[in-house]
């Protein structure tokens, strides 16, 4: 039997670094976001024993180092199953480019895996594996909007962003994620470390626990942060929070405006940023013309999607977006138009192959 599904990307709406921690990983905190493009994986067992990885990408690792891999023996691990299992990947994301699209991949995987054997993980079992195979892989069992804190495997569903037209730039280059949290390390050590530091620590910073909102009850919940995070994390925290939740003075929309008219303005007034833009851009400067012409192109919103090389703009509306994308391409660029996805459209989605 094969299935196939659908494996959505993400974009990062702001993602702050903390201090290196003593397992190696960094404190974290970002809003991911899921959006319409994707790849297509399909997932067949059969008689025997063993699992194959298929791709006609040659960045793409064919081994047990692929996460589809890791995840598909973990799952039969779980599982208590056997067979021969074989992952295809189709790619339309890019590789190395900060959509998330290898996490992606692993959890379409799991999800692609279990309807294939007949068998069903627990929701608490199919978090633990995820945390296990990488980082960003919980956020792909939740989709829409989603608050990532930790190391950003720790997930909490946040009440969705409507959908909002974007454009995404994917360059040639792609960015080492390693490499990048090392420069950033590296900088920190710095002058200029010192100097963000400062800023980051000054008056208004308020270390306290930051709340979220769940796409159910939109009740508060705590212990997002923790008392020995950074006084910048915690305060960051709070303001991505009280912003995605539309609390006073935080973004909320103005009487007869809407949630999604005012998330562009409100993303630039707040501050809302990647941090990898300090030490990728540098590296990289054609990135940092990429987000400069996805600015000119009319795009409200540019960043850097996780550490990079991926860019992508917000758009007021689906025509901008598209009009914008073939200014881009023109350019040289390669840029598509696309829409972000509600966790209900990423579910209905996801198999709708």
């Known amino acids: 039997m094969t299935v196939t599904v659908r494996s959505f990307g993400k974009i990062n709406l702001g993602l702050y670094i903390g201090a290196a921690r003593a397992d190696g990983y960094h404190d974290l905190r970002t809003v991911y976001q899921t959006m319409a493009l994707h790849d297509v994986i399909r997932v067949g067992v059969g008689r025997g024993s063993g699992i194959e990885i298929l791709c006609k990408d040659p960045r ?13 023996e ?19 994301l890019p590789v190395q480019g900060g959509l998330g699209a290898a996490s992606s991949n692993a959890v379409a995987s799991m999800i692609a895996l279990e309807f294939a054997l007949k068998k069903k993980l627990s929701n608490r079992a199919r978090l633990r594996i995820a945390a296990e195979v990488g980082s960003d892989l919980p956020l792909f069992l939740v989709g829409g909007t989603v608050l990532g804190v930790g190391r950003g495997e720790e997930v909490y569903p946040l009440r969705d962003l409507p959908a909002v037209a974007m454009v995404v730039v994917t360059p040639e280059v792609g960015v080492s994620t390693p490499k990048a949290f090392a420069d950033w390390d590296a900088l920190m050590q710095g002058d200029r470390g010192a100097e963000l530091r400062s ?10 626990t930051s709340r979220s909102h769940t796409s159910r009850s939109h009740t508060s919940r705590e212990q997002l942060t923790w008392p020995e995070a950074s006084d910048r994390l915690i305060e960051v925290g709070c303001v991505l929070s009280a912003w995605l939740s539309g609390s006073p003075n935080t973004g909320a929309p103005a009487k007869g405006g809407s949630r999604a008219g005012n998330l562009l303005s409100d993303l630039v007034r707040t501050g809302i940023e990647n941090d990898f ?3 990728v851009f540098p590296q990289y400067p054609e990135l940092r013309d990429i987000k400069g012409a996805l600015e000119s192109a009319g795009s409200r919103y540019a960043s850097l999607s996780g550490s990079g090389s991926t860019l992508y703009g917000l758009f007021r509306s ?21 829409r972000t996805l509600t966790r209900q459209k990423y579910w209905e989605r996801i198999l709708d192959c």
């Not at 793409?60 to 598909?72: E, G, K």
């Not at 973990?74 to 339309?92: D, Q």
């Open 74 to 92: 973990r799952v039969l691990g779980e599982l208590g199953a056997k067979g021969r299992v074989t992952v295809e990947i189709e790619k339309r």
């Open 60 to 72: 793409v690792p064919l081994d047990s180092s692929n996460t589809c891999y890791r995840m598909a």
């Open 277 to 279: 833009e300090k030490v």
């Open 199 to 208: 800023a980051w620590t000054g008056e208004g910073a308020r270390p306290h």
């Open 318 to 338: 689906a025509a901008e977006a598209a009009q914008g994308a073939s200014r881009l391409r023109k350019q040289g660029l390669k840029a598509v138009a696309t």
